[in-house]
């Protein structure tokens, strides 16, 4: 995103390892491929940053991954058992996670807590993702009681 005020502009870019840095510049030798004004043209220009960019969130520490106690999980039909979710790094900001059953008919989960209970026989995976997206799954197989 650049916002430009003359060739003055303060832009804000999100990193790919999610972090986002900001800070001032001022655009200058801009150089122009001509053609039509409302075509879209490549160009060229200097950008001279005004002293170093700044971590919009210095003190956040983004989740790198999220693993469960359990890759697989066989339940009998009315049985339950719940799993749990480790969070990496130790000293990630947000350890959110939320868990999710791709069939409900065959096992369900309790969002927060990872309670899975088997409610008919059948093959289910639950997943748990964190809140930037990270995910973990356990396949389920549910019997007969």
């Known amino acids: 995103m650049f ?16 972090r986002i840095i900001s800070g001032e510049a001022t655009i200058g030798g801009i150089k122009i491929s001509g053609g039509d004004a409302n075509a879209r043209s490549d160009f060229e220009c200097t950008i001279t940053f005004k002293g170093l960019p700044k971590d919009e969130k210095p003190n956040e520490v983004e989740v790198t991954g999220v693993t469960l106690n359990k890759t697989t999980l066989s ?57 930037n997206g990270k995910t973990a799954t356990c396949a389920v197989t549910v019997t007969s009681a």
């Open 3 to 18: 916002k430009l005020t003359g060739r003055d502009c303060f832009f804000k870019v999100t990193e790919p390892d999610g």
């Open 75 to 131: 339940l009998a039909v009315g049985a339950n058992e719940t799993l749990a979710a480790t969070v990496a790094p130790a000293d990630a900001t947000d350890k959110t996670v939320t868990y999710a059953s791709d069939d409900p008919t065959i096992a369900t989960v309790t969002p927060v807590q990872g309670k899975v209970a088997g409610v008919k026989a059948g093959t289910a995976n639950i997943t748990a993702t964190t809140a």
